[in-house]
């Protein structure tokens, strides 16, 4: 609780507020954080009510700390990295970028020196390790390979 009197405030709230002379504090002052020196999260509220022969102040301090807490774990729990769809598409990415480094290690050549048998062993390879169940399968390795979608269907039709 804080106390005025004798032109000075008194209080227990962290900041020792009887350093300000009540002149200072003679608005109203809404919503506004205190830390008590025992660590505990205050909202504070002081309105004044001046007359002639008065100087009223109303006090209205709510400890929050436990809500605090509670609104970070709350925050915490609905924290979400991003939407599932994008998560397994990047996942997929990921999982369809890893084979096919792997079959272009099997393979031995990099891509700029590749002949077509060379790139027909790779599709095999690929499809071999299902490569191509992955969504825009055909599109990823078209685009690394540097050859047309086109290019890679036929040849996926080549090896069958």
């Known amino acids: 609780m804080i106390l005025a009197k004798n032109g000075f405030i008194s209080g227990d709230v962290y900041g020792d507020l009887a350093k300000y002379k009540s002149s200072y504090l003679e608005g109203d002052f809404i919503n506004h954080l205190a830390v008590h020196k025992s660590g505990k999260f205050i909202k504070s509220t002081t309105f004044h009510l001046k007359g002639e022969d008065y100087h009223y102040a109303l006090g209205i301090n709510y400890d929050f700390t436990y809500m605090r807490e509670f609104s970070n774990v709350l925050e915490n ?84």
Request: hydrophobic content about 35%.
């Open 77 to 160: 729990f609905m924290k979400v990295e991003s939407d599932l769809q994008s998560a397994i598409s990047e996942a997929g990415e990921n999982k369809l970028s890893s084979i096919f480094d792997s079959c272009l290690e099997a393979v031995g050549k990099p891509i700029e020196r590749m002949n077509k048998s060379d790139r027909l062993r790779l599709i095999s390879l690929l499809k071999r390790e299902k490569a191509f169940d992955f969504s825009k399968a055909v599109p990823y390795v078209s685009s690394r390979l540097n050859l047309s979608r086109y290019t890679i269907y036929k040849y996926i039709k080549e090896i069958s």
